[in-house]
Antibody
Framework: EVQLVESGGGLVQPGGSLRLSCAVSGFTFINSEMNWVRQAPGKGLEWVSYISTSGSTIHYADSVKGRFTISRDNAKNSLYLQMNSLRAEDTAVYYC???????????WGKGTTVTVSS | QSALTQPASVSGSPGQSITISCTGTSSDVGGYNHVSWYQQHPGKAPQLMIYAVSNRPSGVSNRYSGTKFGNTASLTISGLQAEDEADYYCSSYASSNTPVFGGGTKLTVL
């Protein structure tokens, strides 16, 4: 069964850091481009970041550039999102998603919740 | 990159057809045939329903169809069923080599 399981969310103070993980199973992770997408409470979907199969190509949304870092460990079938200098507006459910092509996201995890608040 | 424009809400009765529009620019929707549509039920993860404008992933009902004309893409759901009630989001590849999402449309089945 194809599965993406996010973890690492929680409550963090403004300015703090958090590292999200996404464990992958049921498909060949090393051949899959991956993305992070977030959804603030009651709001729509917002793309966050992309990483290529080898990790050599990375893209970020302007809203997180310079603060978030996407990475992957193909040996561990895992995707990561290091989030630094967190702000209240980063509060959201964070989803990892497999990319089919051109940012078509065909498999999604259930999400992990990040709350930035003092 | 500005978000794609979707109606905030649409509604229809069981058995009817509805269409949700998604308007962008020549730098996204109009410039590429990489428009996707996602369904999201409350508290659940999004699910891909349409990709590359009009293609359905395996397992998605043929009641769902997609089209594009100029800078506007559309999702049509025919033979509305109660289970179709959900939020729907469009997304497009953009010239910035990043994706852009629509603001979402809440579908109510009356």
């Amino acid at each position: 069964e194809v599965q993406l399981v996010e973890s690492g969310g929680g409550l963090v103070q403004p300015g703090g850091s958090l590292r999200l993980s996404c464990a992958v199973s049921g498909f060949t992770f090393i051949n899959s481009e991956m993305n992070w997408v977030r959804q603030a409470p009651g709001k729509g979907l917002e793309w966050v970041s992309y990483i290529s199969t080898s990790g050599s190509t990375i893209h970020y949304a302007d809203s997180v550039k310079g603060r978030f870092t996407i990475s992957r460990d193909n040996a561990k079938n895992s995707l990561y999102l290091q989030m630094n200098s967190l702000r209240a507006e980063d509060t959201a459910v964070y989803y990892c998603a497999r990319e089919l092509n051109y940012y078509t996201l065909d498999v999604w995890g259930k999400g992990t919740t990040v709350t930035v608040s003092s | 990159q500005s978000a794609l424009t979707q109606p905030a809400s649409v509604s229809g009765s069981p058995g009817q057809s509805i269409t949700i529009s998604c308007t962008g620019t020549s730098s996204d929707v109009g410039g590429y045939n990489h428009v996707s549509w996602y369904q999201q039920h409350p508290g659940k993860a999004p699910q891909l329903m349409i990709y590359a404008v009009s293609n359905r992933p395996s397992g998605v009902s043929n009641r769902y169809s997609g089209t594009k004309f100029g800078n506007t893409a559309s999702l049509t759901i025919s033979g509305l069923q109660a289970e179709d009630e959900a939020d729907y989001y469009c997304s497009s590849y953009a010239s910035s080599n990043t994706p852009v999402f629509g603001g979402g449309t809440k579908l109510t089945v009356l």
